[in-house]
């Protein structure tokens, strides 16, 4: 164990001297870390370790998602689909609807049960059908409706990453919370209200025709065809339109949406996919002369008249936009529409002073621990304490180094990991060194009493600290935020004192006996 191989000893060399490299930039200031990265090349360290919104301050969001509506919704569109197979199959019925979570219908001739029962199954053969004589049930297995919920939520989380970091925010945290929440912290924002509004808006856009033979006085006083509904106008306070519920084209098509300027007025542009495209071209060239109204959350957002065919699958949309709030739809247009309506239960934000505090805290309390811990080592173990306090200066840089690469966010409980594997970073040489103890009382020469306090510590020194590592990847699986930030951090430095304990103090120690070739150790 004393003897190292130039191979092994090149190794531990190039993870100190990289692992210093790599913790620099945090402490060296951010001018000099911005001086880096425009001077050196892409490769060379510049990386510093993220902050968490409890160090940095920011913004914390906790959304609730309405994944009932996905649910309610799918459930309207099965009374309409069914509407429509039945009258495509000419199935006499009375008495469509829903009702209790269940589509209801009565066959007007009950011979035509075993028909309609094949019918539904072709629209789908996951609903739970009950048939009594002419009276049809349908309704969603629970198992259908807790896939769709589960994907509504992935779908969710997805989309409310994307359109944050559309902002331009870095290092945004956003994960679920439960079977419908959804936890966003957004360090270094101090401002959430634009993120708030982009969050807030389930963005389906649609575009319909406008039912321009339609009293809107009658259509407010209910008057409605069952093919029309009436809607307001995003722009203009107390105006609505009546428009067909037919969808020409769907916003589910779009592949690109840009804010520009045309007639030095903020507009939106906006591309389809070859689907979207063909249908819009197809519905622009078959209702030259008519209103066709764009649809953002049931609000008619525009109007214009379609003066001519639109076949090259893009358009414009104009509207009273500010340059912010044409910039903010087209943001929402390229994120896509969320499946459910989205609300915010809670908001907190913490300000950068208190951020500031929390760091200067943790900084004083690493160093107290490093201090005591220090000066506990060399008071205890003499030189080969300073040789563990050399080794432990090389663990902190490793730990910072493997943050820095990572890109880890660091929180106020990862500086308590932090400071809890420096307070225990050096049991591992705890238990090297009280073992070279033993073997000097047993009157071993001092290179075989070290080469047999390394080999015979080396299974204590694992045994130990799997038991902490197992805890800490533990606690990361089955913790949240703040808990997994302080199992990170623990992680890396249970695996950084362990290599610094075994590898680095080993080859100081090494070094040591070559050079002096001692009678007696100094422990």
């Known amino acids: 164990m004393v003897y190292l191989e130039r191979w092994k000893v090149i190794l531990i060399a190039t993870i100190c001297v ?29 990386q510093t370790v993220n902050l968490g919104l ?29 509407r429509t197979e039945l009258r495509g199959a000419r199935i006499g019925y009375t008495d469509l609807g829903l009702s209790s979570g269940s589509v209801h219908f009565n066959l007007t001739d009950p011979a035509q049960a075993d028909k309609a029962k094949q019918v539904v199954h072709d629209m789908d053969n996951e609903l739970d059908v009950s048939v009594t004589g002419g009276d049809f049930s349908l309704k969603m ?12 939520m992935d779908q969710s989380i997805e989309i409310v990453r994307r359109r944050i970091d559309e902002t331009g925010t870095r290092e945004p945290s956003i994960q679920r919370e439960g079977d419908d929440r959804i936890l966003v912290q957004l360090p270094g924002v101090d401002d959430p209200e634009r993120i708030k509004n982009l969050l807030g808006q389930t963005a389906k856009l649609t575009f319909r025709l406008v039912d321009e033979t339609a009293s809107i006085p009658e259509a407010q006083a209910g008057h409605l065809s069952a093919a029309t509904e009436l809607l307001p ?66 609000k008619i957002i525009s109007a214009p008249v379609i003066r001519e065919p639109i076949l090259g699958g893009a358009g414009v949309i104009e509207g009273h936009f500010t340059t912010q709030s044409a910039q903010d739809l087209a943001l929402l247009l390229r994120a896509g529409a969320l499946p459910a309506p989205i609300k915010i239960l809670e908001e907190r934000t913490v300000g950068p002073g208190l951020g500031a505090d929390s760091i200067k805290a943790g900084a004083t309390a690493s160093l107290i621990g490093l201090a005591l811990v220090v000066v506990f080592f060399i008071f205890a173990y003499g030189l080969f304490g300073i040789f563990g306090t050399i080794a432990l200066m090389f663990n902190i840089a490793l730990v910072f180094a ?24 050096l049991d591992a040489n705890v ?33 130990a600290n799997m038991t902490t590592l197992i805890a800490a990847i533990l606690l990361y699986i089955f913790g949240s935020g703040p808990v997994k930030g302080f199992a990170v951090t623990l992680t890396i430095g249970i695996i950084t004192s362990i290599f ?19 009678k007696t150790i100094p422990i």
């Open 54 to 82: 409890d160090l940095r301050g920011g913004s914390h969001l906790l959304l609730e998602v309405a994944v009932d509506t996905v649910i309610d919704e799918r459930m309207q569109g099965l009374v309409d689909q069914t």
């Open 431 to 463: 238990l090297v060194f009280e073992r070279i103890r033993e073997e000097l009382r047993l009157g071993r020469s001092p290179i075989s009493a070290i080469d047999a306090g390394y080999s015979r510590a080396l299974s204590a020194i694992i045994d």
């Open 500 to 518: 610094s304990a075994v590898m680095v103090t080993r080859l100081i120690v090494v070094w040591w006996l070559r050079a002096t070739k001692p």
């Open 233 to 298: 106008s995003a722009e203009t306070q107390g105006q609505f339109l009546v428009v067909q519920k037919r969808v020409m084209v769907s916003g589910d098509t779009l592949v690109d949406a840009q804010p520009s300027f045309q007639n030095g007025e903020p507009v939106v542009s906006f591309k389809f996919d070859s689907v979207g495209g063909r249908r819009f071209g197809e519905a622009t060239r078959t209702n030259v002369g008519h209103l066709f109204a764009i649809v953002l959350d049931n």
């Open 18 to 46: 990289l692992g210093v490299l790599y913790a620099a930039p945090n402490v060296i200031g951010a001018k000099a870390v911005s001086w880096l990265q425009r001077t050196m090349p892409a490769a060379f360290p510049s």
């Open 141 to 152: 297995s629970e198992a259908n409706i807790v896939e769709r919920k589960r994907a509504a």
């Open 402 to 425: 493997i943050l820095s690469i990572l890109q880890a966010t660091l929180t106020l409980p990862g500086i308590a990991g932090i400071v809890l594997a420096i307070a225990t970073a």
